[in-house]
């Protein structure tokens, strides 16, 4: 009875002193988000529940990898199941009895499955990080102190299991196999002996367990409980579409993010919910062809900031026990700079803002925002900015396209493609009555390469019968490429003269070949009162094929691998429209190559970099193209005058050019239709 009262107690101080050192740790660590500016979430219950039992109970994102996915499935269930059985287990220690189940005999055995089937997956996991040795995987005591916690945490279990089947005078069972296998081996002790044996191995597991809960919020696993939460509070907006920025505000002091604190509470809920699997590093086109961005090590950097500057703003530590956990860097956190001390501005720099790090994050973050607000401070902040691209924006600042042609030019195009006007070209005020607006952009109305896409698109709209009409010399930026760069107030000027200008000509529906452009218009513009469907000319094309206003009759003979563009694919979801296209016509085979969809590699041009020169590792294009070349096609098909660029200028670089033609799917679709080459 005593014994009974003193365990009992020594449960209650254990446990209870445990309980109070987590919250505490996960309290400060809240304290440090609080730090943030707060943002406002929509409050979006069902679409945000749905969202979560999909990515939390489902495990979609972590299935993009099947094998890890299908090892994290069977660790966090086998860990949900686990729970009733370290319910069971702490009762049998504390009241000599176990969970009132119906069926023990089954819960038994389905407990001792569970603890194999974990032990596997571990297993699994150490394999792939060590003896497999994955890139993306960090090796050392850190990532693998939890492989020791979870293999001794399901070890006490079997062997309390033992021990009491001993004490018990319990035989041999089917229902609970490992655990008869260690009676076995402790058959020749005593009552008493088992019974000390029971008891050692049931503090010893409740002591891994309760180390495991302290563990847990001090390093990476912090994603068991940030995880769901940030999975639950994500953003619901269009996918990638950018916060704006009050530049009217007469008490900011600066722009963008350049302090930690400038991020919102939800862009820190992220740095916390990091996992630190890598997946976003080694997709992105950055990281992979030599460039120092890391995505995961830029969340991790931020989050060790963060916890560094934190605790010394709020005088709360971070780690329990400090001699185990707190790193010394020898520098007072409050006197380092967030870009230049912890992000170097070259990090910055190499993003193409392609997204597939955000598309392969299993518990949501989002990497490019951060990116985008950290270049904003120090454009609109700092002045700073690569040369190249400073000059690009300067030029869409003066004569509203990124290579200084006059202005006056942007409409030159018309004559030069159709001297004779057999395309019947018309301005908004020549055809007031116009059923499209056909937004150009600066590649389609100044680049000699993608005015062959414009032709093309002009006599497909024509052939279909549609009534169609463009801006000319009043067309303008759209801004992404300010907005991407990090010049929120050339983008805001932009859009606000953009808008302007649909409003004075009553545009309802814009059509445009480039995804950029799309993107912005479709996901962004409506903030500032766009009002007008946008469409992709893919989308229009598929339409008017399906409804045979365009008939595909003449054959072409080519092997076909399509290239997704990033903001077409995985900003807009629009992956089957342009490949609906390419089966329609007649003699075409289309080859998908393995990274494609929404895990296609960018093309190296997005985020602003299709204006600057690539400085270190391999160029991202020709890395892009020598993948497209894989599946030996004759044409390399895209739907993006920026991807196209970049795939022609990576044929050449491989020398490929006079075997393997680069072509727009307007461009092979009027091959088609209109049996011309």
Known sequence: MIGSLIQFVLFLAVTGYALFLFGRIVYHRYLYIQLGKSVNLK???????????????????????KKSGIMHIIIFYGFLILQLGALDLILKGLIGRGLPVPGYDYFTFIQEVTVALILLAMGYATYRRYIEKLKRLKRGWKPSIVVFFIFFLLLSVVVSGGFERVREGL?????????????GIFSGLSHTGATIGFYASWWMHLLILLSFLI????????????????????????????????????????????????????QMLDFYSCVECGRCTNVC????????????????????????????????????????????????????????????????????????????????????DKIIDLRRH???????????????????????????????????????????????????????????????????????????????FVKLMNEAGISFAILG???????????????????????????????????????????????????????????????????????????????????????????????????????????SILRAIPGAVLVEQPRSRENSMCCGAGGGMMWMEETAGTRVNVARTEQLLSVNPTVISSACPYCLTMVEDGTKLKEVEERVKARDIAEILAMSVFGTA
Request: with cysteine; hydrophobic share 30%; proline share 5%.
């Open 215 to 266: 563990y847990v919020p001090q390093s990476k696993h912090f994603h068991i409980i940030t995880a769901p939460i940030n999975i639950l509070l994500r953003r619901t907006e269009p996918t990638g579409k950018l916060a704006s920025l009050d530049l009217e505000d007469e008490e900011a002091e600066s722009f963008g993010v350049g302090k930690i604190e400038d991020f919102t509470q939800k």
């Open 171 to 183: 035989g041999a069972s089917g229902y609970a196999p490992i655990s008869s296998v260690f009676a």
């Open 378 to 456: 120090l454009v609109l902040t700092q002045g700073s900015m690569p040369h190249d691209g400073q000059r690009a924006l300067q030029n869409i600042e003066r004569q509203g396209n990124p290579w200084g042609i006059s202005r006056n030019d942007r409409v030159k195009w018309v004559k030069e493609v159709d001297p004779s006007n057999e395309l019947n070209v018309r301005t908004v005020k020549e055809n007031p009555d116009f059923e499209y607006l056909f937004f150009l952009g600066s590649m389609g109305a100044y680049d000699n390469r993608s005015r062959k896409i414009t032709h093309a």
């Open 473 to 579: 010399n009043e067309e303008k930026n759209s801004g992404d490429t300010p907005r991407r760069m990090g010049n929120e107030f050339l983008f805001q000027q932009l859009c606000a003269d953009n808008i302007a200008t649909f409003q004075k000509y009553k545009v309802q529906k814009i059509v445009t070949t480039c995804p950029h452009t799309y993107h912005i218009f479709k996901n962004e513009y409506p903030e500032f009162g766009l009002e007008a469907d946008i469409f992709h000319h893919t989308e229009l094309l598929n339409q008017w094929v399906k409804e045979g206003r365009l008939k595909p009759q003449y054959e072409v003979h080519e092997r076909i691998t399509y290239h997704d563009s990033c903001y077409l694919g995985r900003y807009n979801e629009v992956y089957e429209e342009p490949r």
């Open 285 to 368: 086109p950055a990281n992979t062809t030599g460039k120092l961005l890391s995505p995961m090590h830029l969340i991790t950097k931020l989050r060790d900031h963060l916890t560094e500057k934190g605790a010394a703003i709020t005088s709360k530590s971070p780690w329990v026990p400090a001699a185990a956990f707190a790193t010394h860097s020898g520098h007072n956190p409050l006197d380092v700079e967030l870009i230049g001390g912890v992000i170097t501005e070259e990090e910055l720099w190499a993003c193409t803002t392609c997204r597939n790090c955000e598309d392969q994050c299993p518990v949501g973050n989002e990497h490019v």
């Open 43 to 65: 409050k979006e219950a069902k679409a945000r529940l749905k969202e979560f039992a999909i990515q939390v109970f489902g495990q979609t994102k972590l299935l993009k990898d």
